[in-house]
């Protein structure tokens, strides 16, 4: 079957996400998750990205990441590759461990960059695992909500210089999950954002990629 082109120009969001192989659990307890984060940092300075929103589940990560197009697979490839071989030696499993490569989506800087990062963080409302997002220990959402400096999140740009009342704001809307029909109205699309930033993309030798002289 036939890859689908990466959309990519000079920077720009993208929403990342894979799952093991037929599902299987990816991180089995804390200590698997402290590395995989510990994999993010390290690759987020290798690849000067910026890491805006993320959530670790059972069998899937998410991570909305800006950075260079030249340098997303190394980014999300390094980390896959990365944690694969460290579960392998550490849990003595062997084989296959992704669902295929990384996928990525561009995201609009604005409203659909907040609403997806608060989309992530509420997986863990969604599947009963925390009644708070904010108090699963394993997403940005405690950056946002409670200014908890988790050594992997850096601020959205859309959201300025996030006061204390903004923060207050963030929670009430992550606990409603008001914004979340932004997001899914674009689970079909190629892009997350408006049909305008869709079409700022064009097809240049099998990529997608922003007309020349325009940025998200």
Known sequence: MPR???????????H??????????????????????????????ACDARIYHWVLMGNHYHIIVELAFE???????????????????RHRTSGVFWQGRFKSKPVEIGSYLVACGRYIERNPVRVGWSELAWNYPWSSAAHYVLNVKDGVTDLNPYLGAFTAQDRVRYGEVLLSGSDEAIIRETVSSRVIGSSRYARTLKTERGRQRLKRGRKA
């Open 4 to 14: 689908n082109a990466r959309i990519f120009q000079k920077s720009i969001c993208y």
């Open 16 to 45: 990342l996400l894979n799952r093991g192989v037929n599902r299987m659990d990816i991180f089995t307890n804390d200590l698997d998750r402290q590395y995989f984060l510990q994999l993010i940092s390290d690759y987020k300075k």
């Open 71 to 89: 340098n997303l697979r190394a980014f999300a490839g390094g980390i896959q590759q990365s944690y694969a071989q460290y579960h392998h030696k």
